[in-house]
Structures are given as C-alpha cells and as structure tokens.
C-alpha cells in the first residue's frame, strides 16, 4: 500500500484547522494555552491566527487577569462570522432556523403552508427563505439545509419516498431551484439526531417520536445511515405481531403505537395540552399515555439490546419527556436482561425545532471542518 505524504500546505492547514476547533470548543483563550495544549510552537500559532484574523473568523475579545506578568490577550470565535439556514419541511408547515458558527440559533420562524408539490410552493418557498434572511449579508450565508420526512437517496439528489409529503421518486432540485445559495438534503430525524451528537460523548441512538416515528444512529458523533440511507427507521420494527395496520401495509410498526398523533389527537391536535390533562389526572388521558409508555419500552429496550449505548427520546413527544423520565426508566429497567436501571435513557436537548436546526448545523460543520 503506498502513502501520501504530507507536505507543508497539509501541514499548516491542518493546524489551522486544529487551533479554531481548540477556540471553538475552548470559547475563550490566549496564544500561549493554544501553544501549550496542542503542542504548537509559538511562532506557528501566531501565523495561524493572524490567517484566522484577517480572514475575520476570531477576533480579541479582551484580556486575561494578569498571574504577574504582562496580561495575555483573549482570543474568540467570530461567532456570526457564518451563518446557516435550516428548514424543516412539514405536511402543514415549513419552520426555519439561522445558525451561527457555534451552533446559536440566531432567529427563527414558523409558517402554516399546507405542502403541495407544484411550482407555487416552491416559488413560496423560495420566497419565505429571502424574506427570513433579508437582514443578513447574503455573502455570510454558507447555505441552506433542507429537512424532509422522508427518504434522501445515497447521492443526495432525490427524495426515495415521503409518505408525510405524499411524494416518491421525486429530485431535490425541485425544492431548490429557485434558492440561491447551496443546499443539502436530510431525512428530519437523522436532522434532529445530529443537532443531539454534540451531547453525546460517544454513540447514541435518537428515537423521534413525532407524527411518524424515526430515528437516527450516531457512532462516534458521526451519523450512521446504512448502505441504503435507511438506517433508523425504527418505526417500521414490528413490536406486536399482527398488530394493527401500519401505513407501509405492515402490521404491528412501532409507528402504530408511539406516534405523537396517538397523543395529540385527544387534544385538539395539541401536544401541550394533551400533557396538560395528563398532569391534572384525566382518567383517559392517562391510560392512553400508560399504553403508550408500555410499548415505548419495549422498543427502547429492544434498541438498548441491539445497540448497547444510550438511547435519547426526542421529537414532539420528547419535548415534554423530562418530567416523565424517572418512572419511564423503571418501565424500561423491568424489561432489561443484563442491567438493573435504564440510565442510559436520556432526554434530548433541543425541544424546538431540532431538525430544522439540525440541517443548518451539517454546513456549519462542514464549513468548521474546512476552516
């Protein structure tokens, strides 16, 4: 096997890239921690930064108490230096997010459009993008990720199918061709599983568990999405056989029984308020909400056994888990064959719009990468 070998270009931008992720992840430093922690000679360090200043991506943000000697400088991310755009894309509304480079969601939005595929939505679409950023410079704008309930193919440049949005076999380029930025394609549950893999120290499974349930794999905080690009698709793992009908024409999806519709639709279509009658006792609400949380865990203990790492509850569902979480966990501990408790059963971070963020963070850690 033959190896490249590095040359000095590799070389000094690989520690670039090394000293802005240290910044990134470290918020606040000074030359000599740089020098110190990365074991970076001084002399590299500063020509590495003064790159980083002219190019506008750090900048001094101060100083730090002085030990005795001369104060050193305090050294930070520009954290609006970039931006990205992030849209979930819904049956009945489209949401959207600006993220800047450290992962804030700057602003965002939310708008009922009932989805149609027809040149209308999409010049609509188009349309609510220019008006969410009019206020930012447009040379700031790294590009837009698009989430969708459905299935993007391994190129990236089709929707398989999206039983929500009613399509199959359809280019991604109808979404975005009148879109003047780049943008990428994402499956909303792999979106929202990524915007959680800052969280994860190692490997994670999320469930989400909205309106359809879905999921995403992360080894290593990267996305695992299978030779196919199905990886995930927890909501078509049969729990009850002959169970009731799922809408794949399979019976006993765990789709069936753990959708956030399941809840909602007792409400008025209204999460919160579902969870509202459950807090004040409603008889009904709670016996919906006991059967819901005995096949939720069986399902998260059949991901614990085939996954071994933590699982994380996310979606609309998962939004308002936290409060439910203890009494989940010993549901879930009575089914586990090796261990005593569920602690690996976690709640997600991001309870608003997590796969609108999610897709925003692909460029912005893409654009990190390249730095």
């Not at 780049?182 to 969280?199: L, Q, T």
Request: glycine share 6%; net charge positive.
């Amino acid at each position: 096997m033959a190896y490249k070998k590095s040359n000095n270009i590799d070389v000094k931008k690989i520690n670039k890239n090394i000293i802005y992720k240290y910044i990134l992840e470290n918020k606040k430093v000074s030359k000599n921690s740089i020098s110190v922690s990365l074991n970076i000679s001084m002399p590299t360090v500063w020509q590495n930064l003064k790159e980083l200043l002219d190019n506008n991506l750090i900048e001094e943000v101060g100083e730090f108490e002085s030990s005795g000697g001369r104060k050193a400088k305090a050294i930070s991310i520009v954290e609006n230096a970039k931006f990205a755009v992030g849209v979930d894309i819904t049956k009945n509304h489209i949401s959207m997010v600006l993220v800047n480079l450290v992962g804030s969601v700057v602003k965002n939005i939310r708008l009922k459009k009932s989805f149609s595929y027809s040149n209308e939505y999409f010049l609509w679409f188009e349309k609510s993008i220019k008006d969410f950023i009019f206020d930012v410079d447009i040379n700031s704008i790294l590009g837009v990720g698009i989430s969708i309930p459905g299935i993007i193919d391994r190129t990236g440049i089709s929707i398989s199918s999206s039983h929500v949005l009613k399509i199959k076999e359809v280019p991604c380029y109808d979404f975005s061709r009148y879109i003047p930025f780049n943008c990428i394609f994402i499956n909303d549950a792999n979106a929202a599983g990524f915007a959680e893999s800052k969280y994860i120290e190692n490997n994670a499974v999320y469930l989400s568990l909205s309106n359809s349930v879905g999921g995403a794999i992360i080894f290593s905080k990267e996305l695992y999405t299978g030779d196919n690009v199905r990886a995930g698709e927890f909501g078509h793992t049969a729990i009850v056989p002959n169970g009731e009908k799922c809408y794949c024409g399979k019976r006993g999806c765990l789709d069936c029984y753990c959708k956030a519709s399941l809840l909602s639709d007792l409400s008025n279509g209204k999460l919160n308020v579902f969870f509202d009658k459950l807090n004040k006792g409603d008889k009904k609400i709670t016996e919906v909400w006991d059967r819901y949380l005995y096949y939720l865990s069986i399902a998260v203990n059949n991901l614990r056994m085939s996954f071994d790492c933590d699982v994380v509850i996310g979606g609309y569902v998962g939004a308002y888990f936290a409060d439910y979480l203890n009494d989940f966990k010993n549901k879930v501990a009575k089914l586990n064959t090796f261990e005593e408790n569920a602690n690996y059963v976690k709640v997600c971070r991001h309870h608003f719009e997590g796969a609108a963020l999610g897709a925003a963070l692909v460029h912005i850690d893409s654009f990190i990468k390249s730095v």
